[in-house]
């Protein structure tokens, strides 16, 4: 199993497009931290909502994230590869679980990446009070609270892109899913409050708990969610385990 988690992870880590990724991020970080200095009055570049959203940093995770997750895989039943690792005395439990365990800390690093750029681009613009306070809560609470919602919502997020991997044939139709549904999560948010004050049974589909995130942040959101916020912690995580579970019996039952 160990020798499985080292092989995926040199994989990751000796493409070239890994790299390329996490450079793209770092550098739009920088390019909107100079925007943010340039137009200090400018409502687009407010340094509060720049931090909070890691300069972009945190979309942008996301994105490699999930190209990544779809990737790893889908392209190993597209270019014959998984044979030479089933055929290799390994159990398909075994080359799931190392996949997983590669996306995960993949995921991790690019957050903390990203949180890391954060903090300095902040300081070195000096114009974000990190222990100020806003009803009360210290800006970098605030912040940490943010980045335990997106590690919530992004490994659920994760787990369905990990699921659609292990059903499509091509890699890229399971990047495009998981953008196209990022997308619609970050759009449908209004309309699902909506219809969860209509008919409150609602509530409990997966797509709810995708945010979580903003309740850590806004508790106040329990009141349009309808669900306290340690249930939504509770149901992302069950529900990343049930995505995952259905997506190793896919990988389980595909042919090779």
């Known amino acids: 199993m160990g020798t499985l988690i080292q092989q995926e992870w040199y994989k990751l880590t000796h493409k070239l497009g890994t790299w390329l990724a996490i450079g793209f ?4 970080q920088v390019a909107m931290a100079v925007l943010a ?6 409502p687009l570049f407010n340094a509060s909502t720049l931090v ?3 300069y972009i940093g945190g979309d942008l995770v996301m994105f490699i994230a999930i190209a990544s997750v779809a990737s790893i895989v ?3 039943f597209q270019y014959g ?4 690792l089933l055929y290799r005395q390994y159990y398909r439990s075994q080359v ?3 996949k997983v365990v590669v996306a995960v800390l993949q995921f991790l690093i690019l957050q903390v990446i990203a949180a890391a750029m954060t903090v300095v681009l902040s300081l070195i613009g000096g114009k974000y009070d990190w222990f100020a306070t806003a009803k009360n809560v210290p800006h970098w609470q605030t912040y940490a609270l943010g980045q335990a919602g997106t590690l919530l919502m992004g490994l659920l997020l994760l787990s369905v892109v990990l699921m659609l991997s292990t ?3 091509t890699n890229a139709a399971a990047i495009a899913s998981g953008f196209i549904g990022y997308f619609v999560i970050t759009i449908a948010a209004g309309i699902l409050i909506a219809l969860i004050a209509k008919w409150e ?3 409990w589909n997966p797509f709810t708990f995708l945010m979580t995130g903003n309740q850590l942040v806004t508790p106040a959101l329990a009141n349009m969610t309808h669900l306290t916020t340690p249930v939504m912690v509770v149901g992302s995580l069950v529900y990343t385990v049930l995505f995952g579970l259905i997506a190793y019996a896919s990988f389980r039952k595909r042919s090779i």
């Open 25 to 28: 991020m770092v550098l739009v």
């Open 37 to 42: 200095a340039v137009y200090p009055d400018s």
């Open 52 to 54: 909070e959203n890691s």
């Open 74 to 76: 889908s392209m190993e």
């Open 81 to 84: 590869t998984m044979k030479q």
């Open 96 to 98: 799931f679980l190392s």
């Open 167 to 169: 059903l499509f044939k």
């Open 201 to 203: 049974w609602l509530k």
